[in-house]
């Protein structure tokens, strides 16, 4: 049974430089959800898609983009990168239905230099 | 006040002792609890859910929960130096929103 995957692993880039981040769920699967957490911190909820359409967004801004496939892979867009945006980006799969448990992947880090 | 409050300790105790983790939560309306165990470095992996009052046990874990004080527990028993990770405590209401963590170290 395959978990959740996502890659890179690692990606250095460039104040201003835009960045693309890829997660396939756990099998079963239909739900994704994306979180930055931060060194020392909790994961901060960005986005969350089911049905190819975002269907809840937290505090973050127009700068985080998404997208899901309809094979539920999903994508985290984030543009004019800044330092801050430096963190671990988790991405979560889940089912819409039933207990709604979210499983992670192994998480990206993005360094902003 | 956060939506979801945890001690970040961090909070020691020797090995084959109970560690106590807490966690408070300010949306009444919220559903669905979660507790989350992260080593350094690594994800989260979920470890622990519930969902109605009263406690859930699944070997040496045990969950509590108390939606009239908005609170919610997590038990170790015999804690082992490989449960030393940080705990995380997730709520669910509308979408899924994380305390802070507690570090917890298991010593020798």
């Known amino acids: 049974d395959a978990g959740v995957t996502q890659s890179p692993t690692h990606l250095i880039k460039t104040r201003g430089q835009q960045v693309t981040l890829r997660c396939s769920p756990k099998?079963?699967?239909?739900?994704v959800s994306w979180y930055q957490q931060a060194l020392g911190q909790g994961p901060q909820f960005i986005f969350q898609?089911?049905?190819?359409?975002?269907?809840q967004r937290g505090n973050f801004p127009d700068r985080f983009s998404g997208h899901q496939f309809p094979n539920y892979s999903s994508e985290l867009n984030v543009n004019a990168l800044l330092l801050g945006d430096s963190a671990l980006y988790l991405c979560?799969?889940?089912?819409?239905?039933?207990?709604?448990?979210?499983?992670f992947g192994p998480g990206t880090r993005l360094t902003v230099t | 006040q956060k939506e979801v409050e945890q001690n970040s300790g961090p909070l020691s105790v020797p090995e084959g002792a109970i560690a106590s983790l807490n966690c408070t939560y300010s949306?009444?309306?919220?559903?669905?609890f979660f507790w989350y165990r992260q080593y350094s470095g690594k994800s989260p992996e979920l470890i622990m859910s519930?969902?109605?009052?009263g406690d859930k046990e699944d070997g040496r874990f045990t969950a509590q929960l108390n939606k009239a004080s908005q609170y919610v527990s997590l038990l170790i028993r015999d804690s082992q130096p490989s449960d030393s990770a940080t705990y995380l405590c997730?709520?669910?209401?509308?979408?899924?929103?994380f305390g802070q963590g507690t570090i917890l170290t298991v010593h020798p």
């Open positions: 979560a799969s889940s089912l819409v239905t039933g207990a709604h448990e979210q499983y």
């Open positions: 099998s079963g699967h239909d739900t």
């Open positions: 898609y089911y049905e190819e359409e975002e269907r």
């Open positions: 949306d009444r309306v919220s559903q669905s």
């Open positions: 519930i969902y109605s009052n």
């Open positions: 997730a709520v669910r209401g509308g979408k899924l929103t």
